[in-house]
């Protein structure tokens, strides 16, 4: 479970999350929703140890974990999904989930020259894993296909199944499914929720299509103006009149109130 305990972020004088308050619970797919600049991805960034809070705390299971750094948290299961490095682009998905686990022996020279029949056996592990990975979200016909090549849905489950390299427990999506044809996004949405459901992955999610949100998530936490404004299901949320009035004016209202 995170909790997050009136967290602020300042950039000079601008305040970006002023105050905000919430619980991800163990198990949840928690779905982020509000309107463009409510502070969404700054909290995000947060809690995922990109930046460090103003003031606040954010605790994981009841340990304080405010402002420790990315791979502090990647150590402790807590991960933030990013876009494939430019540098990794040339390297095939396969290459690229293999790349993913911390400690692994081969990192250091002295390891290289003493250790290569155990290096030997990690990497044959690590590929094994990378397959399953692949097979698990039915890309594994992409192994060979250089990243760079994949379409922006590819790539959404390809950022996805190196969370699974490192069987992370809480997962930080920043909308996944922006940009992403009907049927991929169908696809990572049956590995989202597989993830959740066999494999006890707790999901928080920044998502703008309603649709999505609904399929799968609850509870959902609407921001706006660097706060939290309400929390409940999706059915609650879409008719909160506070969450109707946030969205009111910037064009949105209709993704919030249609359906
Ligand atoms: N590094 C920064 N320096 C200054 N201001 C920033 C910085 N990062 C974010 N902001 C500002 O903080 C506010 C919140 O931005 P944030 O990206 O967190 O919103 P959001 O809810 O994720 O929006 P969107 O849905 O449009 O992505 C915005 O007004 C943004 O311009």
Redesign the pocket.
């Known amino acids: 479970m995170i909790t997050v305990d009136n967290l602020v972020m300042r950039?000079?004088g601008?305040t970006?999350v002023n105050g905000a308050s919430l619980t991800i619970r163990e198990g949840s797919i928690t779905g982020l929703i509000?309107p463009?600049?409510?502070?969404?991805?700054?909290?995000f960034n947060c809690i995922a140890g990109v930046l460090k809070p103003t003031s606040g705390t954010v605790t994981m299971s009841g340990e304080a974990i405010t402002g420790l750094a990315p791979h502090q948290l990647f150590h402790k299961g807590l991960l933030r999904t990013f876009q494939i490095a430019h540098e990794f682009s040339s390297l095939s998905v396969r290459e690229n989930l293999m790349m993913v686990p911390a400690d692994q022996s081969g990192e250091t020279l002295w390891n290289t020259w003493t250790r290569r029949r155990r290096i030997a056996a990690e990497e044959r592990a690590n590929m094994k894993k990378a397959d399953e990975v692949l097979e698990f979200l039915t890309i594994d016909h992409l192994a060979d296909e250089k990243a760079g090549a994949l379409s922006g849905g590819q790539k959404k489950l390809l950022e996805l199944g190196r969370t699974m390299m490192v069987d992370a427990r809480i997962v930080f999506l920043d909308e996944v499914g922006a940009g992403v044809n009907r049927t991929l996004l169908n696809t990572i949405g049956d590995a989202i929720l597989r993830l959740n459901r066999e494999r006890g992955y707790t999901f928080c999610m920044?998502e703008?299509d309603m649709d999505f949100i609904a399929r799968l998530c609850d509870p959902v936490i609407c921001?706006a103006e660097g706060g939290v404004l309400a929390e409940g299901s999706i059915a609650e949320i879409k008719a909160d009149p506070q969450v109707i009035e946030a969205y009111l004016g910037t064009g949105l209202k209709n993704k919030v109130t249609a359906q």
């Open positions: 950039f000079g601008f970006a509000g463009n600049g409510a502070g969404k991805t700054t909290l920044i703008h921001m």
